[in-house]
């Protein structure tokens, strides 16, 4: 239910992005359609830790699933679905998994992860098309949590930037993407 809930708000993005693919997106290495690509490349792995499954991505680099238009936007919702929909049996949660490589991994953190990918780069995507992501309170709370436990374990693997500070008593998103290395005013120039 965490990664469905996490997911929703991006879902209901996904059709607005069409007219802003090539805009640059908070996430500095990603245009729409860069960070839209690295989505698609990661969902199988994604899923694949849903199945104790280690399934390496489907090609060489993100680079190889340069998808353009409606095309993209359509496999972004169907992987994104996919991703959901094996997580959403409870086994899914249970014991250690991988996610796109051998090591293994507590399955909750796993999926903790997973819902914060969608969360923060849902949040990517709605603020290179000049939105705001809304997401629920109770989900906002969990991924703050995990992130919280494991930001600086993403820095040192050059996930997240440098933490930007924000007042602890800044909406949950801010503190979220403070944690991540983003500027929560950042805007599409």
């Known amino acids: ?17 069409e007219p802003h693919l090539d805009a640059q997106t908070p996430c500095t290495d990603y245009t729409v359609r860069g960070l839209i690509n690295h989505l698609l490349f990661w969902a199988p792995s994604l ?4 199945t104790k499954e280690a399934i390496a991505p489907p090609a060489a680099s993100e680079a190889d699933l340069d998808l353009t238009g409606g095309d993209c936007l359509a496999s972004l919702t169907a992987a994104v679905t996919t991703v959901v929909k094996a997580w959403s049996d409870p086994a899914a949660w249970q014991g250690v998994t991988h996610m796109g490589s051998p090591m293994e991994l507590p399955a909750e953190l796993v999926g903790s992860m997973i819902a914060g990918e969608f969360v923060v780069h849902g949040w990517d995507l709605a603020r290179a098309a000049g939105r705001d992501l ?12 995990g992130l919280a436990q494991n930001a600086e374990l993403g820095r040192q693997m050059g996930i997240f930037g440098p933490e930007v500070a924000v007042p602890d008593h800044a909406p949950a998103m801010h503190r979220i993407l403070g944690l991540t290395g983003r500027d929560p005013q950042w805007t599409v120039s």
């Not at 996490?6 to 992005?17: K, M, T």
């Open 1 to 17: 239910m965490l990664i469905e809930r996490a997911a929703a708000p991006l879902l209901a993005l996904i059709p607005a992005l």
């Open 47 to 50: 899923a694949g830790g849903a």
């Open 134 to 145: 809304d997401v629920d309170p109770d989900i906002e709370a969990e991924v703050e949590s």
